[in-house]
């Protein structure tokens, strides 16, 4: 497939407000999206574009075309990822420090424990006139656990 096939196809896609085109780095083909979007440092409005998707000459029209998903999704996650903050700060950004976050990977957060002496919640009571079945239902009449007998109601 040559990268004019390729776009041929990619012309046939579309998606929310992504551009989807096929370039070249030397003799390799790839796929970028571009979109228009705010810079979320400068907030000055601008074209953004992805990462590069490199592409084979000898993939099929539905590998290519999920590959356009697959560069879609991790857009979209890209993007959500750059507007999640929490205190005003995108903690889960994707221009994050390789390097900073593998430091802060020693420090973890935990769960406080569990205090095993609490006594565990009681279950509601059952509304009056709810049949009870079972072992317990049989044991309260005072039959005992293979008793085959009507079970009265509360």
């Not at 992504?18 to 000055?44: I, K």
């Not at 709810?130 to 239902?137: D, K, S, Y």
Request: aromatic share 8%; glycine share 6%.
């Amino acid at each position: 497939m040559t990268a004019d096939d390729m776009r041929e196809i990619l012309a046939e896609v579309e998606c929310s407000d992504w551009t989807f085109f096929v370039a070249m780095d030397g003799t390799r083909p790839y796929l970028q999206l571009s979109y228009d979007e705010s810079d979320v440092v400068t907030g000055e409005p601008a074209v953004q574009h992805t990462r590069k998707w490199f592409l084979s000459p000898h993939m099929t029209r539905s590998e290519l075309v999920q590959t356009a998903l697959k560069a879609a999704l991790t857009s979209a996650e890209h993007r959500v990822r750059e507007h999640f903050l929490y205190r005003g700060r995108a903690v889960f950004g994707p221009h994050l420090n390789v390097d900073k976050l593998w430091e802060m990977a020693e420090e973890r957060s935990f769960r406080a424990p569990v205090d095993d002496t609490a006594p565990p919640p009681c279950a509601p009571p059952r509304p009056r006139g709810v049949l009870r079945r079972g072992l317990l239902a049989r044991q309260a009449v005072g039959r005992g656990p293979l008793a085959r007998s009507r079970v009265p109601r509360d």
